[in-house]
């Protein structure tokens, strides 16, 4: 992955065409343009922990599409910017991305400021954008059944929190959240659902990114001694949050995003196996066997078992754009869009294995994509519904999965 700098500019991170397994065999083909897709990735600021998982992801998607013959004969190009986890970087690279560089889709987005500040240009231009932002506001509105969720919403991930918390014996909690979008979006649900269960909230506080100290929070909630603080922030926050906690001798449960609290490792990384034993983390993520998953972690030369969340959501996005434009047989958003809910939502045979779904489209066989995140169907609004949550515990550094959460 190129160098990015700090600067506010944006750059095109990489502009890369994978080559086709099969070759260009004639000439139609050759003069074919290929399929621009937009990667749009915080390859810094605060999600610049996730950005390279997120580009490897769209990278292996588009190979496993590319060696099965491409989409409509013709190749996928990925063309990946730097959106700083700001919302007006982020539109200033979409409008290069689209006006620029042609893009049919926009994809990855982790930050849900950012596709929140995104989402107007691309619905006005009538060019699809699949996200992993979870804000609630993402799919609300008029859509045009552009915009498509590969992650879950706030309001189910913060009822699942208290799910899980009610499994582990937990009475009473409090609640640390980060001032974004997304993670304010969990906590009423979470509130509500921990409540209904017979749960007490004992406290709340919010705080900014990039504090130079989180001191004053950790002391005004652990020091109330609940059984568990529920932790809404990204694995920056989550690591100085731990350690501060640790420093201080308080032994509340920890209970945070997986994202943040497994990070391919960089939690860990960050705060060491001792910090991090015992912190409980949620997520819905490819727990059960997964033909996509599988194959997603062979292209990224990871082994099974591996928890990438970002990873495993990027893939089907990319998976999903190129069945959607090969079953609308266009490359037109407004018509490859309408066709996202009936390749997950089919009353028909399961394939995780895109090549193979690729196949079955082109030889007109109903079937439905059996995604490498999850096993996923779709809202009308664009929301994925049918989640399972993987309920983890960090374990002498390794996540280990100690039940499933619906």
């Known amino acids: 992955m190129p160098v990015i700098g700090p600067s506010r ?23 074919e343009e290929p399929i621009r897709i937009g990667i749009l990735a915080p390859f810094t600021g605060t999600g610049g922990p996730y950005g390279k998982e997120i580009e490897e992801a769209a990278r292996a998607a588009a190979v496993v599409i590319n060696d099965a013959g491409g989409v409509l004969g013709r190749k996928l190009e990925l063309v990946a910017a730097d959106d700083e986890s700001v919302p007006t970087s982020g539109v200033a690279a979409a409008r290069k991305l689209i006006d620029v560089d042609k893009v049919v889709a926009i994809s990855g987005v982790w930050s849900s400021a950012v596709v929140l500040a995104v989402k107007p240009i691309a619905v006005e231009k009538g060019v699809a954008l699949t ?10 509105g008029e859509n045009k059944g552009l915009v498509w969720r590969f992650q879950t919403n706030g309001k189910d991930w913060g009822a699942a929190f208290a799910k899980a918390m009610a499994k582990d014996g937990i009475k009473t909690a409090s609640i640390m959240v980060l001032q974004t979008p997304f993670t304010l979006s969990t906590i009423e649900p979470f509130r509500k659902a921990f409540t209904e269960a017979g749960g007490t909230v004992l406290d709340q506080v919010a705080f900014n990114p990039n504090q130079p100290s989180y001191r004053v929070e950790v002391e005004r909630i652990f020091s109330k001694e609940p059984d568990a603080v529920f932790v809404a922030a990204y694995v920056n926050e989550l690591s100085a949050i731990a350690k501060e906690t640790f420093r201080s001798g308080y032994d509340s449960t920890i209970y945070a995003y997986s994202n943040a609290a497994d990070s391919n490792g960089k939690f860990v990384q960050n705060v060491g196996k001792e910090v991090a034993e015992g912190i409980v983390h949620t997520q819905h993520v490819p727990i059960a066997k997964s033909t996509a998953y599988s194959r997603y972690l062979k292209q990224v030369n990871k ?102 959460i619906r």
């Open 131 to 140: 996200t992993v932002g979870s804000a609630d506001e993402i799919t609300q």
């Open 9 to 31: 500019r944006v750059f095109v991170a990489a502009s890369f065409l994978v080559a086709s397994a099969f070759g260009l065999s004639n000439s139609s083909q050759a003069n």
């Open 303 to 404: 082994p099974e078992g591996t928890v990438a969340t970002y990873g495993g959501q990027v893939f089907d996005q990319i998976v999903m754009l190129a069945l959607a434009m090969e079953k609308a047989k266009s490359t037109n958003a407004l018509d490859f869009g309408r066709e996202f809910p009936g390749l997950v939502n089919a009353d028909a045979p399961s394939i995780g294995e895109p090549a193979e779904a690729l196949k079955a489209i082109r030889e007109g066989k109903s079937f439905r994509y059996s995604g490498a995140a999850s096993d996923f169907r779709f809202a009308p609004n664009g929301d994925q519904t049918n989640l399972t949550y993987g309920h983890f515990r960090i374990e002498n550094g390794v996540s280990k999965l100690v039940g499933e």
